[in-house]
């Protein structure tokens, strides 16, 4: 299958490196996508906005026969969702990586700090305890080594979806720092930030307990739980 790999905030393609061995040892075509204003430090991301991340990943899935697969780590999530959306019928499953589907009129995160326009990876205080699990001295300084500043907009542009057939695509949501027996009590008690997953037909949980990034904290586990969801 056609695997599209959508990266989080401050991270592009090769973010996913770990896993893309596993993926194509496992018969899969992957995609492993940079977004636009994500190419290098000193790219112009000043008018991207999340719409513009969006469109690129529609592009790609435009470009291959349907049936392809969307995974989104963290504000990639949204981003997937939104393609699933729009191509609810070229999209056979989304996995969402410590994340999950964001709702028409919300927002990835408008509460990041933003200088000039873009939002550089803050200092690690900014991030919740559960965020950092496993990532180690050693980790933090690989990932602000490869950190690349989002655009500001990303984070705060209103998602916009209009075809319900978007609840028709299966879900794969893979657990981190919050279990899924956390979700599915959210789900039950009808929390608002869990409706649009409720919505969805299909999903499924996977734990896989880590911090934010387990594709710095436990790679092997991620691209394991990877290729057991990617499935036909």
């Keep these: 299958?056609?695997?599209?790999?959508?990266?989080?905030?401050?991270?592009?393609a090769s973010s996913w490196h770990p896993v893309v061995g596993p993926l194509e040892a496992a018969g899969h075509t992957v995609h492993a996508l940079t977004l636009p204003g994500m190419e290098s430090r000193d790219a112009d991301r000043s008018n991207i906005g999340l719409r513009d991340h969006v469109d690129a990943v529609?592009?790609?899935?435009?470009?291959?026969?349907?049936?392809?697969?969307?995974?989104?780590?963290s504000g990639g999530g949204a981003i997937a969702?939104?393609?699933?959306?729009?191509?609810?019928?070229?999209?056979?499953r989304v996995v969402y990586v410590d994340s999950g589907p964001l709702g028409d009129?919300?927002?990835?995160?408008?509460?990041?700090?933003?200088?000039?326009?873009?939002i550089p990876l803050p200092d690690w205080g900014?991030?919740?305890d559960e965020d950092l699990v496993d990532l180690t001295e050693e980790l933090r300084a690989e990932f602000a080594r490869v950190a690349i500043p989002q655009p500001a907009r990303v984070a705060s542009d209103k998602q916009r979806l209009s075809d319900p057939r978007r609840y028709d695509v299966p879900v794969t949501v893979i657990c981190?720092?919050?279990?899924?027996?956390l979700f599915r009590g959210w789900?039950?008690?009808?929390?608002?930030?869990?409706?649009?997953?409720?919505?969805?037909?299909?999903?499924?949980?996977?734990d896989l307990p880590t911090g934010h990034w387990p594709q710095f904290t436990k790679p092997a586990e991620l691209a394991e739980a990877l290729v057991a969801a990617i499935r036909p």
Aim: proline residues 7%.
């Design 81 to 92: 969702h939104a393609v699933a959306d729009a191509r609810p019928d070229a999209i056979a």
């Design 187 to 206: 789900i039950e008690a009808g929390k608002p930030w869990v409706a649009e997953l409720a919505a969805i037909k299909d999903y499924e949980f996977v």
């Design 1 to 12: 299958m056609d695997v599209i790999l959508i990266p989080g905030f401050w991270l592009d």
């Design 105 to 118: 009129d919300g927002v990835i995160n408008d509460e990041l700090p933003v200088a000039n326009g873009e």
């Design 176 to 181: 981190c720092e919050a279990p899924s027996s």
């Design 58 to 73: 529609i592009a790609v899935v435009d470009s291959l026969p349907a049936g392809v697969v969307l995974v989104g780590h």
């Design 126 to 128: 900014v991030f919740e």
